[in-house]
């Protein structure tokens, strides 16, 4: 009795599991496309993952992604990540060659030998500083003794918050920081957690469009040309695959060339991508257009230097790394055209 | 549960909270009819029943058996006792960044993150169960000349599985509330997944969705396992 019971059940469960593989891995599918002229095309094509967050800082990976669906060129596939720690470990591990990324994070990876180039720029600006309310607070100095959140200590908003407080005359404990993740933010400042938060869109718009923040400055106002998120490639990927480095940065080039003329069309293509709501991508794109830029993404030695001096000021970096081990600035195109994007096409895919 | 819907309902009207970050119930209804039509809740529940389903079984088929070995072998569990213990205090996050070096994003670091939660907690449940026999269970079985594989089957494993199935009833919801925290590096699909995707992506309605779902997952699987109680062979642990 005892022995058929057990068996019965250890089979039952074997079986159940047996079940959910194959509901998982859908073999059928893979059969059914393996024999399509399609999927052959494809395999024959150049495929690169590209890691990105949805954030509004790396809105040009999704567009890219669009872009190179249909194009005959090298096939860019966005992977959603949900935070840099997650993005920095598939990089160390291997597993992930390209990515947009913290630009001082990119340095420590460097620092830390772990063999990347930034080899061109996502955006331009794109942060907020965003203040509770019902506070009356017009400048960082109104701030002290208060809360205040940043994504990461590693993060770009920290060095210029700190360079910010520097050029105020604000002593370093004279405000109180802690670290949130970002999708965080924005209910800890209605609740009352926090005073003000210093982030990249679109989780400063969520607290205006809630009416719970009130924008304070925008990245552009207090550091124009503000940069926190780089386009980092692994070097085995330059060295083995230097055509595909290529295509990717003019495909990030001419995407964001494409949005800035397209900012509507821009927040609807890539809200799918981020899952987020269109109306909140659209506020970033639109209010003001400049809250973020897509133009001008070559990395100067004199905009890495800066963030450099700063994260090695703070600690972020424990010792110099040389701007011109960072960056790599040979496949960035001379011209740049806006990408081919067809609305209808990604209409009808979204649908 | 109707009163904590009624409660959640008159919150939410009353606007307590601003309705972007504190979702009604209707919002929830709608975001659940988007996730079903779309398909991605069906594949959601699918990736994550498969994972949890397979780490489990995996931790349950190596955790057995370890258990079994620790309970009669006196000096193994010694030697080995302490080490389990050591690892079964570990929060499976704390893994993470091995499981992404070893096995990558996908399923395999996510069962592999169920399996660590759930392993330790088998192992040390048999071994207490094993070593929780009265001896004259055994000297009984010397008596009728039981040994090896048959003391095995007709006294060891009756005598412990009432506790075994306990264990992994308890394990079964560990590795369920795991889920959640292993699927944060699972690429693109899974409950666990959807509900950091949510909150990256700013929709609470949805993140409830998968709140309720993983919920009520978790209650079929353990009216599942208290079924298995029911098995002549084990319901005299339950009726001592």
């Known amino acids: 009795m005892f022995r058929s019971s057990t068996a019965r059940f250890v089979l039952?469960?074997?079986a159940f599991i047996s079940v959910l593989t194959v509901l998982r891995f859908k073999p059928w599918q893979r059969f059914a496309t393996g024999n399509t002229a399609v999927t052959n095309s494809t395999k024959s094509r150049e495929q690169l993952g590209v890691g990105f967050l949805?954030?509004?800082?790396?809105?040009?990976?999704?567009?890219?992604?669009?872009?190179?669906?249909?194009?005959?060129?090298?096939?860019?596939?966005?992977?959603?990540?949900?935070?840099?720690?997650?993005?920095?470990?598939?990089?160390?591990?291997?597993?992930?060659?390209?990515?947009?990324?913290?630009?001082?994070?990119a340095m420590k990876l460097r620092e830390q030998g772990v063999p990347v180039k930034i080899v061109y720029l996502g955006h331009r600006d794109g942060s907020t500083v965003m203040v509770r309310q019902d506070l009356a607070a017009e400048s960082l100095r109104d701030l002290r003794g208060k809360v205040f959140a940043i994504p990461s200590r590693a993060s770009n908003q920290n060095l210029v918050i700190h360079k910010l407080m520097e050029d105020q005359g604000i002593r370093e404990d004279e405000i109180r920081f802690v670290e949130l993740p970002p999708p965080d933010m924005p209910g800890a400042l209605a609740a009352k957690a926090i005073d003000a938060y210093f982030v990249g869109e679109p989780h400063a718009a969520k607290a205006e469009l809630d009416g719970t923040g009130r924008v304070l400055h925008h990245a552009k106002d207090i550091w124009p040309g503000f940069i926190s998120c780089v386009l980092v490639v692994h070097e085995d990927l330059i060295r083995d695959r230097p055509e595909v480095v290529r295509d990717l940065v003019r495909g990030i080039a001419e995407s964001g060339e494409w949005a800035e003329q397209h900012r509507l069309d821009?927040?609807?293509?890539?809200?799918?991508?981020?899952?987020?709501?269109?109306?909140?991508?659209?506020?970033?794109?639109?209010?003001?257009?400049?809250?973020?830029?897509?133009?001008?993404l070559t990395p100067t030695?004199?905009?890495?230097?800066?963030?450099?001096?700063?994260?090695?000021?703070?600690?972020?970096?424990?010792?110099?790394?040389?701007?011109?081990?960072?960056?790599?600035?040979?496949?960035?195109?001379?011209?740049i055209k806006p990408a081919n994007i067809d609305m209808q096409a990604a209409k009808d895919a979204n649908n | 549960m109707f009163l904590i819907v009624v409660l959640w309902g008159v919150l939410s009207a009353l606007t307590v909270f601003p309705s972007s970050l504190f979702p009604?119930?209707?919002?929830?209804?709608?975001?659940?009819?988007?996730?079903?039509?779309?398909?991605?809740?069906?594949?959601?529940?699918?990736?994550?029943?498969?994972?949890?389903?397979?780490?489990?079984?995996?931790?349950?088929?190596a955790g057995v058996p370890l258990g079994l070995v620790l309970g009669h072998r006196a000096?193994?569990?010694?030697?080995?006792?302490?080490?389990?213990?050591?690892?079964?205090s570990l929060s499976p996050l704390a893994w993470i960044p091995f499981a992404i070096l070893w096995f990558g994003i996908g399923d395999l670091p996510a069962i592999f993150l169920i399996f660590m939660a759930s392993f330790f907690p088998i192992v040390l449940a048999t071994t207490a169960a094993v070593a929780s026999i009265p001896t004259i269970y055994f000297r009984v079985a010397e008596d009728y000349g039981l040994g090896g594989s048959q003391l095995l089957r007709e006294v060891t494993l009756p005598a412990i599985l009432p506790q075994v199935i306990t264990a992994l009833r308890?394990?079964?919801?560990?590795?369920?509330?795991?889920?959640?925290?292993?699927?944060?590096?699972a690429g693109r699909d899974g409950l666990g997944f959807a509900i950091w995707d949510a909150r990256n992506g700013l929709r609470m309605d949805l993140l409830v969705v998968g709140m309720i779902v993983i919920g009520a997952i978790g209650v079929v699987v353990d009216r599942l396992l208290v079924r298995l109680m029911l098995l002549p062979s084990v319901r005299w642990g339950y009726e001592r």
């Open chain 2, 24 to 61: 009604s119930p209707l919002d929830v209804v709608r975001g659940f009819l988007e996730e079903i039509q779309s398909g991605r809740l069906l594949d959601d529940i699918i990736a994550s029943l498969f994972r949890v389903c397979t780490g489990f079984a995996i931790a349950a088929g």
């Open chain 2, 170 to 185: 308890v394990t079964a919801g560990l590795a369920w509330v795991v889920v959640v925290a292993a699927e944060m590096i």
């Open chain 1, 54 to 105: 949805p954030v509004t800082c790396h809105l040009t990976c999704p567009v890219t992604d669009y872009a190179t669906r249909t194009s005959t060129a090298t096939r860019f596939e966005s992977q959603r990540f949900t935070d840099f720690p997650t993005v920095v470990e598939s990089i160390k591990s291997g597993r992930l060659q390209a990515t947009f990324l913290l630009a001082p994070l």
């Open chain 1, 266 to 296: 821009a927040a609807k293509l890539s809200a799918p991508y981020f899952r987020q709501n269109e109306r909140v991508v659209r506020h970033v794109l639109t209010q003001p257009p400049d809250r973020v830029s897509y133009r001008m």
């Open chain 2, 75 to 88: 000096r193994f569990r010694q030697a080995l006792l302490p080490l389990v213990n050591f690892f079964r």
């Open chain 1, 12 to 14: 039952m469960a074997l």
């Open chain 1, 301 to 335: 030695d004199e905009d890495l230097q800066q963030i450099h001096d700063m994260a090695l000021k703070i600690g972020i970096l424990e010792r110099p790394v040389p701007i011109a081990e960072v960056v790599d600035r040979q496949f960035i195109p001379q011209e």
